[in-house]
Every structure is written in structure tokens, then in C-alpha cells.
């Protein structure tokens, strides 16, 4: 019998993002690796695998989470990242926070977050929760090649969990405010592409 999957993400880091020297100086942070996404896969029977508040947005406007479930998802994700954020300044003395637009317009970064965040919820809705694929054994190599495929093209975070962590350290370390940047293109955004991926899936696909 064929083991059921839920919708799961993970983005332990992003081709945007940087660390910040204790000097000032701006070094890249090295993205996650494909290969990495099939390890997380395996655990989404632990907790759901909503390891994205994208996805736990887009789930939750197709009726697969409660509101509650989701603010616990996305709160937990939040505190999973700082601590993630810290202990990388812990072990490198540098702070990470990601490269805000780098040479993009605010306009054309917030719309590729939107866009990059909803072809990667709709793939994800669309292999763990439509009855045509639902727990196909396939779901995981699809997941783990959709995301490397985005982080190759892209230039995004589709991570609001991320942002947020990166912000908090930030805050706790020099006491750094929230910008206008990354509140709209990295926390606001991903979570608008994931609502745009509940609403095309139901298109496409048919409310259940």
C-alpha cells in the first residue's frame, strides 16, 4: 500500500542570500542543495511536512488545514529559522540576512516572489492532494526537482520563514529594523503566490 504524502517544503537556504561580517563586509551564502530534498521528504509523515508557510497558506485556503494549524505552522517555522540564523552566527560570527532585491526593481522582485511561489505551491498542491497523484511514488523526485529548478532560475527566498528568522537575528544582534524590502518581497509575497496556487488549483482542478 502506498504511503500517503502531504504537501511539504523545505529551504534551508537561498541563492539570494548573504552573510554579514562583523566589519560590514556582504559574503554570499551558499544555497541548499537539491539532493538535500529528499532527506526532508521522508520526514513529512513526522509532522505534515508543511515546512513552508506558503504551503501551509495554500493548504489552508483549500480546506486542508485550520487557521489555527496554520499560524502554528508558520509560528514554528519562524522560530525553527532564527534558531537556524543563530546558530550560524554562532558558529561563524556573521549574520545572515538576505540580499534584498540585489539588482532588481521592488516591483520585479516582489512579482518573481509571487510568481516563483506560486508555481511551486501549485506543483506541490497538485502532486500530494489531487486524486490523479496523490501518493504517487514519484511525488518526492517531482518536489525535489521543481524546487532546484526555481532556485536555478530564480533569484527568490519562497521562504517567508527565512526572512522572518534573518530579520530576528538581525534584531537581537545590532538591534537592525524590519525594511520595506524585505517585508514586501520576502515575507508578503511568497505568502501572496501561495494564496494565487489555492485559487489556481481549484481552478484547474475543481474545489473538492
Given at each position: 500500500?502506498?504511503?500517503?504524502?502531504?504537501?511539504?517544503?523545505?529551504?534551508?537556504?537561498?541563492?539570494?542570500?548573504?552573510?554579514?561580517?562583523?566589519?560590514?563586509?556582504?559574503?554570499?551564502?551558499?544555497?541548499?542543495?537539491?539532493?538535500?530534498?529528499?532527506?526532508?521528504?521522508?520526514?513529512?509523515?513526522?509532522?505534515?511536512?508543511?515546512?513552508?508557510?506558503?504551503?501551509?497558506?495554500?493548504?489552508?485556503?483549500?480546506?486542508?488545514?485550520?487557521?489555527?494549524?496554520?499560524?502554528?505552522?508558520?509560528?514554528?517555522?519562524?522560530?525553527?529559522?532564527?534558531?537556524?540564523?543563530?546558530?550560524?552566527?554562532a558558529l561563524t560570527h556573521n549574520v545572515f540576512m538576505p540580499d534584498v532585491m540585489a539588482d532588481l526593481?521592488?516591483?520585479?522582485?516582489?512579482?518573481?516572489?509571487?510568481?516563483?511561489?506560486?508555481?511551486?505551491?501549485?506543483?506541490?498542491?497538485?502532486?500530494?492532494?489531487?486524486?490523479?497523484?496523490?501518493?504517487?511514488?514519484?511525488?518526492?523526485?517531482?518536489?525535489?526537482?521543481?524546487?532546484?529548478?526555481?532556485?536555478?532560475?530564480?533569484?527568490?527566498?519562497?521562504?517567508?520563514?527565512?526572512?522572518?528568522?534573518?530579520?530576528?537575528?538581525?534584531?537581537?544582534?545590532?538591534?537592525?529594523?524590519?525594511?520595506?524590502?524585505?517585508?514586501?518581497?520576502?515575507?508578503?509575497?511568497?505568502?501572496?503566490?501561495?494564496?494565487?496556487?489555492?485559487?489556481?488549483?481549484?481552478?484547474?482542478?475543481?474545489?473538492?
Amino acid at each position: 500500500m502506498r504511503k500517503k504524502h502531504d504537501p511539504t517544503n523545505d529551504r534551508t537556504g537561498c541563492q539570494t542570500g548573504r552573510r554579514r561580517s562583523g566589519n560590514g563586509e556582504i559574503l554570499r551564502a551558499p544555497g541548499a542543495h537539491p539532493a538535500a530534498q529528499e532527506e526532508k521528504l521522508r520526514l513529512q509523515g513526522v509532522s505534515g511536512g508543511y515546512y513552508n508557510p506558503v504551503l501551509a497558506v495554500a493548504a489552508w485556503m483549500r480546506g486542508v488545514l485550520k487557521v489555527e494549524e496554520m499560524l502554528i505552522y508558520a509560528g514554528v517555522q519562524s522560530v525553527g529559522a532564527f534558531l537556524g540564523v543563530w546558530l550560524f552566527k554562532a558558529l561563524t560570527h556573521n549574520v545572515f540576512m538576505p540580499d534584498v532585491m540585489a539588482d532588481l526593481s521592488m516591483g520585479m522582485a516582489v512579482l518573481i516572489e509571487v510568481l516563483l511561489a506560486m508555481v511551486f505551491a501549485l506543483v506541490l498542491l497538485s502532486v500530494a492532494t489531487s486524486k490523479e497523484y496523490k501518493g504517487s511514488v514519484v511525488n518526492g523526485a517531482v518536489m525535489g526537482l521543481t524546487l532546484a529548478a526555481i532556485l536555478y532560475i530564480g533569484s527568490g527566498i519562497i521562504n517567508p520563514a527565512i526572512a522572518i528568522g534573518a530579520y530576528l537575528g538581525q534584531l537581537f544582534s545590532d538591534g537592525g529594523s524590519l525594511s520595506r524590502e524585505l517585508l514586501f518581497v520576502y515575507i508578503c509575497s511568497p505568502l501572496v503566490g501561495g494564496a494565487f496556487a489555492a485559487l489556481c488549483y481549484d481552478y484547474i482542478h475543481g474545489k473538492k
